[in-house]
């Protein structure tokens, strides 16, 4: 299976306070990989880092064999590599509808010569719909987002990612807050919306991780403790020791 992204020993401080201090792992294609940690361990910090919004003090990330670590965040975005935006930066007075489709429409470019297409704008229109439908959002679709409930913002944030078609998504605590109803719906919804896409995905929610995740590494003490499938993981008596056995 292909190395899609490659994380090889990241360090990061943050004016002298280590927090990652060796982070490697691999994500393959088309796979689901959960990372999981205790509160503090680096989790954002490691996603702030492959995303490009921070750069490590150290260490290299690799996406489809190509070293973006000096790339910035757009730029990788470019590449198909996509976080969850937080909801707090998009338009509350808004709709929904018109908060995926400023999405769907910056990936298509904004140009002059864009709207003298006439298929353009029925196709950002469509586009724009199916990723409404794809996280359950279709009859929230004209409605202000300040209006949304708690999970319907939650799946706001993954509709925003998916408008920019990533190939790879990063997710940070999804479910966060939520409800179990919630959280049940979130789950369905987060495993159908990136089949065929490759996901890394940052959560506490233990049923959360086992029931998505063909993938899981432990982060510890700012380096990967274990990287292992859902079951050897649940086994590992280090991960026991060092993280689930808290619980
Ligand atoms: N921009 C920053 N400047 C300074 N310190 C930071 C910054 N971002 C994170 N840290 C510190 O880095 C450490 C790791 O934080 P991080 O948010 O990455 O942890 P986390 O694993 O995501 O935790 P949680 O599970 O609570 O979300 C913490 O001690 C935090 O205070
Ligand atoms: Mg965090």
Redesign the pocket.
């Known amino acids: 299976m292909t190395e899609y992204l490659q994380v090889q020993s990241i360090h990061k401080d943050?004016?002298g306070?280590k927090?990652l201090t060796g982070v490697d792992f691999t994500v393959r294609e088309k796979q689901r990989h959960a990372i999981i940690?205790?509160?503090?361990?680096?989790?954002?910090?490691?996603f702030n880092i492959i995303s490009g919004r921070?750069r490590a003090s150290s260490g290299a990330i690799l996406f489809k064999g190509q070293d973006i670590s000096a790339k910035p965040a757009y730029v990788r975005n470019r590449q198909g590599l996509s976080r969850s935006f937080q909801i707090t930066n998009v338009f509350q007075e808004l709709t929904v509808f018109d908060n995926i489709r400023s999405g769907v429409r910056s990936r298509n470019g904004l140009r002059y010569h864009f709207f003298r297409k006439p298929d353009n704008h029925r196709r950002i229109k469509e586009r724009t719909e199916a990723i409404a439908e794809e996280v359950g959002l279709q009859e929230a679709m004209h409605i202000p987002v300040s209006a949304l409930s708690y999970g319907q913002q939650r799946a706001l944030e993954i509709a925003i990612t998916l408008s920019t078609e990533p190939e790879l998504i990063l997710l940070?605590?999804p479910t966060a807050g939520m409800t179990r109803e919630e959280t049940t719906q979130a789950i369905r919804m987060i495993d159908r919306v990136t089949a065929g896409r490759t996901l890394v995905i940052?959560e506490?929610d233990m049923d959360v991780v086992f029931s998505l995740a063909d993938t899981i590494s432990v982060?510890h003490y700012g380096k990967i403790l274990v990287s292992d499938t859902p079951d050897r993981i649940r086994h590992d008596q280090r991960v026991k020791d060092a993280y689930l056995g808290e619980e």
């Open positions: 943050f004016s306070l927090v940690g205790p509160n503090g361990a680096g989790k954002t910090t490691l921070f940070d605590e940052i506490h982060l």
